[in-house]
């Protein structure tokens, strides 16, 4: 999705209504990554800023939120670092055809499932890179909503009851009759073990290392980017859906190929480490995560069922997976529901 001159002019006017000024001089440069939507370096009064604009199109309930972004982009700035400071917001679709945001720019690189080969003769660099995540999400859940503005972007009454209902209706669209009723057998687990206590705050909804911009040198966390799922809601199963990205040695093949982090970095956390941590920092007592884990994959079932019938409708994958990964996502949510099926009566967590 490359925007033409005259999309850039039309930002370029509206931005200066603002009091703002875009520098055409300096041309505006796609960011690989973002496949929901679509990101550019720009410069915008004298400096670099990323602006974020859905594809074309109309866009799913809920998908592509640049406002929802924007509206926590322009509000954590003192109550979490971390997060880009949000600049500009345009909801007029006249002037592109779709809303954007612009928000700072942050320095960073992005670690995924592997890797960068600088760092790879670092020592100890698993256990750096694992301190710094557990830090960073603990620190987003401490977060003071009320000092935010933020209390009404979610409601985390009833949250974990919406995720279970709404995960099976996506499922509902992508699975076929016999995956569709092992999907109800975990849902009817779920709803009959919902935790009586709960806890609401501020939650990223995609947490993981990929979406964060590192200090290639001193390690710290210069950006969290991607806030356009952010919402209000149980921050232990934004945890579980970050431990089930997490990987550790022995995984069972269903959890194997969710591995989105680099596992084998030296001293990278097993996850009850992470658990122990993630409490230690939070200060939250201490739960049971069986429930949430459950939640979890039952929603990556549905959310790989999703990237199988996209794949299989538009031959399109998303940049963090690759082709031959989308190729065998048939068998793997058919490897996941089977395992999670026969698990949800087990009392051993993972």
């Known amino acids: 999705m490359m925007m033409n001159q005259e999309q850039w002019q039309a930002v370029a006017k509206y931005v200066e209504g603002l009091g703002h000024t ?25 400096k670099k800023a ?11 309930p809920g998908a592509n939120d640049v406002a929802r972004e924007y509206r926590v982009l322009s509000s954590l700035k003192e109550q979490y670092p971390p997060a880009p400071v949000g600049l500009v917001f345009c909801d007029d679709e006249s ?11 942050r320095e960073g690189i992005c670690i995924g499932r592997n890797l960068p080969e600088s760092l790879n003769d670092r020592p100890h660099i698993g256990d750096s890179l694992s301190q710094l995540v557990v830090e960073s999400l603990a620190k987003l859940h401490k977060v003071d909503l009320q000092a935010t503005g933020l209390e009404s972007l979610g409601n985390a009454d009833a949250f974990l009851e919406r995720q279970i209902s709404g995960w099976y209706k996506r499922g509902s669209r992508v699975l076929d009759e016999q995956q569709l009723e092992k999907l109800s057998t975990i849902r009817d687990w779920l709803q009959d073990n919902l935790p009586e206590k709960r806890l609401g705050t501020l939650v990223h909804n995609d947490f993981k290392l990929d979406n964060m911009l590192v200090d290639e040198e001193t390690l710290t966390a210069n950006g969290v980017v991607d806030w356009d799922m952010c ?3 149980d921050p232990f199963y934004e945890l579980a859906i970050l431990l089930a990205y997490w990987g550790e040695a022995n995984d069972k093949p269903a959890y194997e190929f969710q591995c989105r982090m680099p596992k084998e970095a030296d001293g990278w956390w097993p996850r009850d480490k992470v658990i122990e941590e993630y ?6 007592a201490k739960q049971d995560l069986d429930f949430y884990w459950w939640l979890t994959q039952y929603r990556n079932i549905v ?7 996209l794949f299989a409708r ?10 031959e990964e989308c190729e065998l996502m048939p068998e793997r949510v058919d ?11 087990s009392k051993a967590f993972a």
């Open 22 to 46: 875009l520098d055409l001089t300096i041309e505006p440069k796609r960011l690989s990554g973002g496949v929901a939507n679509f990101n550019y370096v720009v410069t915008l009064n004298g």
């Open 50 to 60: 990323v602006l974020r604009r859905p594809p074309d199109g109309p866009l799913p």
């Open 95 to 105: 002037v592109i055809g779709v809303p954007f945001c612009i928000s700072e720019f």
């Open 231 to 233: 919402t209000v809601g």
């Open 279 to 284: 409490f230690k920092l939070t200060g939250f």
């Open 303 to 309: 959310v790989y069922a999703q990237l199988k019938a």
């Open 314 to 323: 538009t031959g399109e994958f998303p940049a963090a997976l690759t082709q």
């Open 335 to 345: 490897l996941l529901l089977e395992t999670i099926t026969a698990a949800v009566d």
